[in-house]
């Protein structure tokens, strides 16, 4: 896995985000668009904007910001927290390789930054029959730990989770670290800085024999970590500063 496919330098001033869509708002959407649960599915408590107050490019890389800012929506809902989700489906997914992601994730109590893969096809059915591969995640209240988990399971009320977590080393994730999958036909593996910390081999009843697209969002609140929001961490950013696919 050495032959470099796909990349993003977002450190480079001519780099844009054509290749990424920007989601807005506080509800899941079925295939057709239309909202099927609010909070994302997730009971997030933040509005996702795409206004350069919440997304932007400077010397460092893109940049997810939350912040506490209270909006109105037009069917009457209120929220106290905006923040930024994009994704690359319909521009870009792939089966297999290494995937490098070299970000820097803010650290605060109710925070919940993520990089992650969704297929781009549901082969096997609705979420999460079709799968879901967690590259990282991160509770900002535990500043040295992040997870990588796989979702899968013919139907909700048979959902399986497999969740790895690790204690960082050195430092916290408040710094630039290389965030990476390796995915083949016969396991999924995790690395943080080259240091492998999980693997999982593959099962015949495993989907994740398809194409994923990428998603990176900064989410508030949430059932990943239901704890009280330190509102004194905010304006927080995840910074990403390049993106590597191999093959």
């Known amino acids: 896995m050495n032959k ?3 990349q993003q330098d ?3 001033s001519r780099t844009d985000l054509s290749a990424w869509n920007i989601r807005l708002g506080n509800d899941l959407l079925d295939n057709d668009g239309k909202p099927i649960h609010p909070g994302w599915g997730n009971g997030e408590q933040q509005y996702y904007r795409g206004d350069a107050k919440n997304l932007y490019i400077d010397e460092s890389g893109l940049n997810l910001c939350a912040r506490r800012e209270p909006i109105e929506t037009d069917d009457g809902r ?3 927290y905006t923040s930024a989700r994009l994704d690359t489906k319909d521009h870009f997914s792939y089966q297999y390789g290494k995937l490098v992601i070299r970000a820097k994730l803010p650290v605060g109590q109710g925070l919940w930054p993520a990089i992650w893969l969704l297929p781009q096809e549901q082969a096997y059915g609705p979420w999460p029959a ?6 990282m995640e991160a509770r900002g209240r535990l500043p040295r730990q992040v997870s990588g988990t796989l979702h899968y399971g013919k139907d909700w009320d048979h959902k399986k989770l497999d969740e790895y977590s690790y204690q960082l080393e050195d430092g916290t994730i408040d710094q630039f670290r290389d965030y990476t999958l390796e995915w083949n036909e016969s396991s999924i593996r995790w690395l943080v800085d080259g240091h492998c ?10 989907p994740f024999d398809k194409s994923f697209y990428l998603v990176l969002n900064l ?4 059932w990943y970590d239901t704890v009280a929001i330190d509102e004194a961490a905010l304006p ?3 910074t ?6 191999y093959k």
Do not use: C, Y
């Not at 910390?197 to 495993?206: G, K, L, S, V, W």
């Open 10 to 12: 977002f450190t480079d």
């Open 236 to 238: 927080a950013v995840m």
């Open 130 to 135: 079709s799968g879901e591969i967690d590259i």
């Open 197 to 206: 910390f999980a693997e999982r081999t593959m099962e015949p009843d495993m």
């Open 4 to 6: 470099l496919i796909w």
């Open 240 to 245: 990403v500063s390049g993106i590597w696919l």
């Open 78 to 80: 209120s929220f106290v």
């Open 219 to 222: 989410a508030v609140g949430g």
